[in-house]
């Protein structure tokens, strides 16, 4: 199970920093991370990292974004800085364990302009 927490409502060029934990261990050894969906659009991969610390970002989000991942705690996180209106949407955190990938619940992100 994976549940997110951290988003809420922020005026564009703010920060929020979100948290998926997960409960066990079975991602420790895997890739986890977020994507997000905005409305009427299809859902797209925000970032990943690997159990070793290898990032991966969307274009759109590089040098805004950070994400990091505590192993022992089974956490991943996401800084967000900068934010922008159309960083607007839901954001689901992810792992993959088995070939599958597993989804958290999300959490809404909404950024005023």
């Known amino acids: 199970q994976l549940v997110e927490s951290g988003g809420g409502l922020v005026q564009a060029g703010g920060s929020l920093r979100l948290s998926c934990a997960a409960s066990?261990?079975?991602?420790?050894?895997?890739?986890m991370g977020w994507y997000r969906q905005a409305p009427g659009k299809q859902r797209e991969l925000v970032a990943d990292i690997t159990s070793s610390g290898s990032t991966n970002y969307a274009d759109s989000v590089k040098g805004r974004f950070i994400i990091s991942r505590d192993v022992a705690k089974n956490t991943v996180y996401l800084q967000m800085n900068s934010l922008k209106p159309e960083d607007t949407a839901v954001y689901y955190c992810h792992g993959w364990y088995g070939g599958s990938i597993y989804w958290g619940q999300g959490t809404q992100v909404t950024v005023s302009s």
């Open positions: 066990g261990s079975i991602f420790r050894l895997n890739p």
